[in-house]
RNA sequence: GCGCCCGUAGCUCAGCGGAUUAGAGCGCUGCCCUGCGGAGGCAGAGGUCGCAGGUUCAAGUCCUGCCGGGCGCGCCA
């Protein structure tokens, strides 16, 4: 639609009606008003001024040389200079048949052509069951992968576990402790080590599984007691995500960056790199960073004094590991707002080690708040109130879960409430009205089953009314929108598009009559728009990873 | 103090690199069930888009400052 302006520019320029003038971006729009087209450009306003002419002038002049074909029906100029073009009414009723053949695969596109995308997101330490907040990052991330693979981009999604370090030690040495209590040894927890009941639970696992094995144990922690309890904990966590419907192609483990396959480990091959640019110092005893070369005022700490890698440095290692080993074209991090102050030196790291700063893109989600009705819910463990993730999905499901939580930009800090999310009744809740949409749309097929009508495309024309229409467009803008929520990396425009595309079915339902025996014609185009809607509905609904139900 | 995010209807929030009459859901008011699932539909009330400047023919949207709120600013993760 740009290209088919942009020419007639071109080509009015070349009639000299218009002044050449330096190539701008062009941008359609869909307007709010039916009255005004199905897309609508203000170049003709933006360049007014620069060719000196009245808008309006301008944009007849460029009106005219679109050609009015196939696709596009009419092209008007509007005051105060827009051009409004309308689509082929006709047209759009027989794109219906390319939504049915795609069925829950419309609305994908090729944007991505294939580009390589990591998008690496939840990564929590694996020292403890998920919170609420990682659940943000988990649907968001799921959806925006979703959506990046709709749109042709070759997704993969990666956990990151940060399974070395004193944290982890920390967890190890927590959890021989509550291993030799389940002897009845009068052991106490390390200091800070980790408080949750989740540990006694673990421990008392490692016992049935394992014995007596660590009870003499000289280590602490014993090695192989920290590698079985966090993978009991890892395990924990992908169940806790699999009941949130999310699945990783990947869950890459921080220690394996430290193993040296052949000789050199990622990290040091990194930290080599790093050395290399002069992109460290040594002072005060540990290894930095130079994040002047950031435009931060602070150095950060690569190598502790104490020869231990900081966080940071595995981070280097790990984005090192993406773009020059593995080689992504984008790495897309999704971490909460508390990690935002390590955006830049991550960026710098990158670029530092051989890869492209940019290409890296961090996704950061603001805070969740939960709440019942009006009524703001503490997270925490003492008031006995919801606490984690699968707390969370036990009360309100995967379904309003996911939903909830994608009905915010992630910039946006979010309320959750509960008592919303967690109602049955489409009157509170979105979920179930887009999800009865689309049981909706499979019962009146059925229906027409029984009374032996069939989707027909014979009769297209008959589908005329505003609400068909309407019902029409909302399906048909699909694959715009997948290009648009990619290109932003913002999932969240599903849940409105899901309700808006629910809410045109709902409105064509009530004011036509599907299944019309005496009619079979019009029961045929109709049938043949239900059949779309329900694909269109599907395939939004497979996005965001809510179920698509037959029946409810 | 510095950095990032947010401030739009009673509540929770959309509003895309500026544009034709500011939206949704919930809540509120009033209508509509002798038809494919009323788990619905229609209509209405409700907004100085935090404040003040600036850029522009045009600003909720861009720029600056201020005021609120959140989160960061470790040889912690």
Request: no cysteine; hydrophobic share 30%.
């Given at each position: 639609m740009g290209e088919l302006v942009r020419n007639a520019l071109e080509l009015a320029q070349a009639d000299r009606e218009l002044p050449p003038i330096p190539p701008l971006e062009l941008r359609i729009e869909r307007p709010k008003e039916r009255e005004h087209g199905d897309y609508s450009c203000n170049v003709a306003l933006r360049l007014a001024s620069a060719v000196r002419r009245p808008p309006m002038e301008v944009a007849s002049s460029i009106a005219q040389r679109i050609l009015c074909t196939e696709p596009i029906a009419e092209v008007e100029v509007a005051p105060p200079g827009f051009i409004n073009i309308k689509l082929d009414a006709d047209w759009q009723r027989h794109q219906l048949l390319s939504v049915i053949e795609a069925?829950?695969?419309?609305?994908?596109?090729?944007?991505?052509?294939?580009q390589r995308v990591q998008i690496e997101f939840v990564?929590?330490?694996?020292?403890?069951p998920l919170q609420v907040g990682n659940g943000r990052g988990a649907v968001l991330g799921d959806a925006l992968a979703s959506v990046l693979d709709a749109a042709g981009f070759d997704v993969e999604r990666e956990y990151y576990i940060n399974d070395a370090g004193a944290q982890i030690r920390l967890f190890g040495r927590t959890l021989f402790a509550r291993y030799l209590q389940q002897f009845g040894r009068k052991t106490s927890l390390p200091d800070g080590g980790y408080q949750g009941a989740y540990m006694v639970d673990l421990a008392a696992r490692l016992k049935e599984a394992f014995?007596?094995?660590?009870?003499?144990?000289?280590?602490?922690?014993?090695p192989d007691l920290s590698e079985q309890g966090l993978q009991l904990m890892v395990e924990h966590i992908r169940s806790d995500l699999a009941l949130l419907r999310v699945e990783f192609d990947h869950w890459q483990r921080e220690s394996a960056l430290y193993n040296?396959?052949?000789?050199?480990?990622i990290y040091d091959v990194a930290m080599a790199r790093l050395r290399d640019g002069a992109y460290v110092i040594e002072k005060e005893g540990a290894v930095w960073f130079r994040s002047d070369a950031v435009g931060e005022d602070k150095d950060n700490v690569l190598?502790?004094?104490?020869g231990e890698p900081t966080y940071f440095a595995s981070d280097v290692a790990y984005h090192y590991d993406k773009f020059?080993?593995?080689?992504?074209?984008t790495v897309i991090d999704v971490w909460?707002?508390?990690?935002?102050?390590?955006v830049a030196r991550t960026k710098a790291a990158v670029t530092a080690v051989?890869?492209?700063?940019?290409a890296l893109e961090v996704l950061l989600y603001q805070l969740v708040h939960l709440r019942r009705g009006g009524e703001r819910v503490r997270m925490s463990k003492r008031t006995g109130e919801i606490v984690t993730l699968r707390e969370l999905i036990e009360e309100v499901g995967a379904d309003a879960a996911r939903f909830f939580m994608l009905q915010?930009?992630?910039d946006a800090q979010m309320d959750f409430d509960l008592s919303a999310a967690a109602s049955a009744d489409p009157r509170q809740n979105p979920v179930s009205y887009v999800k009865y949409a689309h049981a909706r749309c499979a019962s009146v097929l059925r229906t027409a089953a029984e009374a032996e009508l069939s989707a027909s495309s014979?009769?297209?024309?008959?589908?005329?009314?505003e609400q068909e229409a309407t019902l029409i467009g909302e399906i048909l803008r699909l694959p715009e929108l997948v290009a648009d929520m990619a290109l932003r990396r913002e999932p969240h425009h599903l849940t409105y598009y899901a309700q808006s595309l629910a809410q045109a079915f709902t409105q064509f339902y009530d004011t036509c009559r599907i299944v019309v025996p005496d009619e079979p014609q019009r029961s045929g185009a109709r049938l043949t728009l239900t059949q779309a809607a329900q694909a269109a509905l599907a395939a939004t609904l497979g996005m965001l990873g809510v179920e698509a139900p037959d029946e409810m």
């Open positions: 069925g829950p695969d419309w609305g994908r596109i090729e944007l991505g052509a294939g990564s929590a330490n694996p020292t403890g014995g007596e094995r660590w009870l003499d144990s000289a280590d602490d922690p014993p040296a396959a052949d000789g050199e480990s190598i502790r004094s104490s020059l080993v593995r080689g992504f074209d909460g707002a508390d990690h935002q102050g390590h051989g890869g492209d700063g940019e915010r930009s992630a014979d009769h297209l024309e008959l589908l005329d009314s």
